[in-house]
């Protein structure tokens, strides 16, 4: 008989892990104790919008009991603790609180259950937890918002952090991960903490090191769409990197990981000068459309302002460390502000108003800013933006519009462009 998987916490990190146990035929206990959750979930209320999240929830919900009572984890051999790391405005993470809900959750499990901690937890968190080294896991999360559950039910790899010096794998757990029919990677607990975070680091200088080069582009003749698919090329870099300029480091894991790494290079006395360039080009780069508006002494102007895209990145409904909104809070302090996003949070700005299509945005705005490059702006017609850019100025930084010879008059502004020549 198939044993039945255990999942504590049932935040974005957990419903997306969930699936993958249900698409490999496993039986899920899904608990969180917000009752309010557990309730929304057995009525198909699924707050995360993900590719295939609520389908793949609905179509199985059968092999899943949703529950706000401990208890029930008794039944489960495998138990995956997935609740979100909580942190502050300065991305400080709130480890107490998963220490002590990891603590209360270990009350209820049986001597023999493995334990995997998912959670990003700081280095040698794990080591500490007072529970059967042997059946005590650290695996490494690397979703990404918007692709997510492919993410979760096809990784490259799976990293594990273990307790033992042999690096063996509980028999049960075993059998789960080698399902997942990809290369296993065990290694002790502190090395799969760090290991993650030098994932989200590594993520991070490929970003840098693209935002340094598109502000030599903007500064001389130099195109970064040309760049961009010579490097594509490079087996070393290749295609899957991140070579697409973005607005700084953006959405709540890397910019927590940056922070853990500082506070790391603090504790142990480093002198990092490395995790301070990326700070840097992060905070330049996220003044980048307010620096174009001010370039073109838009700031001096009462303009309506249209912006297209509010989530922190396309496929995600998230807001938090959006760039959208702090443009948002900076515009809106002068001007007026019209939005909208396909999928993102609900939020509320004074002088912000959210609309219902893209059309609504254009006849109602002056100048066009696209912050977030969802595949329905790349389908925007240049008749439409001829008729409605009243200013004939777009700000789009991703280069979501490519063929621009379509859009008289309108002039463009994207990164690793000179946009003043």
């Not at 002590?100 to 040698?124: C, E, H, P, R, Y």
């Not at 096809?154 to 757990?173: A, D, F, V």
């Not at 396909?342 to 939020?347: D, G, I, L, M, Y």
Request: net charge positive; aromatic share 10%.
């Amino acid at each position: 008989m198939s044993i039945k998987i255990g999942y504590i916490g049932l935040t974005h990190l957990g419903m997306n892990y969930l699936t993958s146990s249900l698409n490999k035929n496993y039986k899920v206990v899904a608990y969180d104790e917000d009752k309010k959750k557990i309730e929304n979930l057995k009525n198909d209320i699924i707050e995360y919008n993900e590719p295939k999240l609520r389908e793949t929830i609905i179509k199985k919900k059968n092999r899943i009991k949703f529950t706000n009572n401990p208890i029930d984890l008794k039944e489960c051999k495998i138990i995956f603790f997935s609740q979100d790391v909580e942190t502050d405005i300065k991305n400080i993470s709130n480890i107490k609180k998963i220490k002590t809900n990891i603590n209360n959750a270990l009350k209820f499990l049986k001597n023999d259950s493995v334990f995997v901690v998912l959670s990003q937890v700081s280095l040698g968190f794990t080591r500490k937890i007072k529970f059967n080294k042997r059946n005590l896991y650290y695996q490494v999360e690397t979703l990404v918002f918007g692709n997510a559950v492919n993410r979760a039910n096809h990784p490259e790899r799976i990293i594990l952090g273990t307790g033992n010096k042999t690096n063996e794998i509980n028999s049960h757990y075993n059998t789960y991960l080698k399902k997942f029919n990809c290369p296993i990677i065990t290694m002790n607990y502190e090395s799969a903490e760090l290991t993650k975070k030098a994932i989200n680091i590594f993520l991070c200088a490929s970003i840098t090191a693209t935002n340094q080069f598109t502000e030599l582009c903007e500064k001389t003749n130099a195109d970064w769409e040309q760049i961009k698919n010579a490097l594509i090329m490079d087996k070393r870099i290749g295609k899957y990197s991140y070579i697409n300029p973005a607005l700084g480091i953006t959405g709540g894991n890397l910019e927590r990981d940056i922070k853990s790494i500082e506070e790391l290079n603090k504790k142990f006395n480093i002198n990092n000068k490395f995790i301070q360039s990326i700070n840097l080009f992060s905070k330049l780069k996220k003044e980048w459309v307010i620096n174009i508006i001010k370039k073109m002494n838009l700031d001096k102007q009462k303009i309506k302002y249209g912006i297209l895209g509010l989530s922190y990145k396309k496929n995600t409904d998230s807001l938090k460390n959006s760039t959208s909104i702090k443009i948002i809070k900076k515009i809106s302090k002068f001007n007026k502000v019209f939005g909208y996003d396909p999928k993102a949070r609900s939020f509320k700005i004074s002088n912000f108003e959210r609309l219902l299509n893209i059309k609504d945005v254009l006849v109602k705005s002056d100048i066009l800013i696209i912050m977030t490059p969802w595949d329905e702006f790349k389908r925007i017609e240049s008749k439409v933006l001829n008729k409605f850019m009243k200013k004939k100025i777009i700000i789009d930084p991703y280069n979501v519009i490519q063929d621009k010879k379509k859009f008289k008059n309108i002039r463009f502004f994207s990164l690793g462009k000179n946009n003043f020549i």
